[in-house]
């Protein structure tokens, strides 16, 4: 079963840091992007961080630039998402997922984010 | 940053009735490889989201035949042809032809 379970949320004080991982099993993780999305409480989904298959590539939302990192271990078929210097405005609920694309050039799918975690909520709070 | 548009924001319908959500994007989602890389999500109550459509009209795999997409360029249409009360929860388009990836705001379709 292709499986994505995120883990690391919690509590953390106004410019402190936490760290979120998500263990993928199921598939071939290091062919894929892995995306973290975030939807804060009552609110829509945020696009917060990508990273490449090879980790050689990486993208941060402007909101999050300079404070998060994104990072992965191929072997441990594992996706990070190093948070600092939180603000209230980060609370939420963060998803990780992969980003798909099956085949190649003409031919190709391009599934987009196809499997998302169940989600673990960070709350920053002093 | 690409701005996705969906309108309406709140649907109530009746079980067995259409339902129909509009999303516009500020450019076109038409990319030179030929394709247009736009998405539709559905996260239920207390769920993930989970992807109904890709490529605009492509249902994803187990996905209802109720469920279709439709559009080019910068206009989109997601139809469900007889609501059921599973179809609840808050439907987003989303565009990943340029990062950041970013979604409509959410359209919650509610039963009658």
């Known amino acids: 079963e292709v499986q994505l379970v995120e883990s690391g949320g919690g509590l953390a004080q106004p410019g402190g840091s936490l760290r979120l991982s998500c263990a993928a099993s199921?598939?071939?993780?290091?062919?894929?992007?892995m995306h973290w999305v975030r939807q804060a409480p009552g609110k829509g989904l945020e696009h917060v961080s990508s990273?490449?298959?090879?980790?050689?590539?990486?993208f941060y939302a402007n909101s999050v630039k300079g404070r998060f990192t994104i990072s992965r271990d191929n072997s441990k078929n594992t996706l990070y998402l190093q948070m600092g210097s939180l603000r209230a405005e980060d609370m939420a609920v963060y998803y990780c997922?992969?980003?798909?694309?099956?085949?190649?050039?003409?031919?190709?799918?391009?599934?987009?984010?196809?499997?998302w975690g169940q989600g673990t909520t960070v709350t920053v709070s002093s | 940053d690409i701005v996705m548009t969906q309108t309406p924001l709140s649907l109530s319908v009746t079980p067995g009735q259409p339902a129909s959500i509009s999303c516009k994007s500020s450019?076109?989602?038409?990319?030179?490889?030929?394709?247009?890389?736009l998405y539709w999500y559905l996260q239920r109550p207390g769920q993930s989201p989970q992807l109904l459509t890709y490529?605009?009209?492509n249902r994803f795999s187990g996905v209802s035949d109720r469920f279709s997409g439709s559009g080019s360029g910068t206009d989109f249409t997601l139809k469900i042809s007889r609501v059921e009360a599973e179809d609840v929860g808050v439907y987003y388009c989303?565009?990943?032809?340029?990062?950041?990836?970013?979604f409509g705001q959410g359209t919650h379709l509610e039963i009658k």
């Open positions: 997922a992969r980003y798909r694309v099956a085949g190649y050039g003409s031919g190709s799918d391009i599934y987009g984010m196809d499997v």
């Open positions: 199921g598939f071939s993780f290091s062919g894929n992007s």
């Open positions: 990273i490449s298959n090879n980790g050689d590539s990486t």
């Open positions: 490529e605009v009209s």
């Open positions: 989303m565009q990943s032809i340029q990062l950041p990836y970013t």
């Open positions: 450019q076109s989602l038409l990319h030179s490889d030929g394709k247009t890389y």
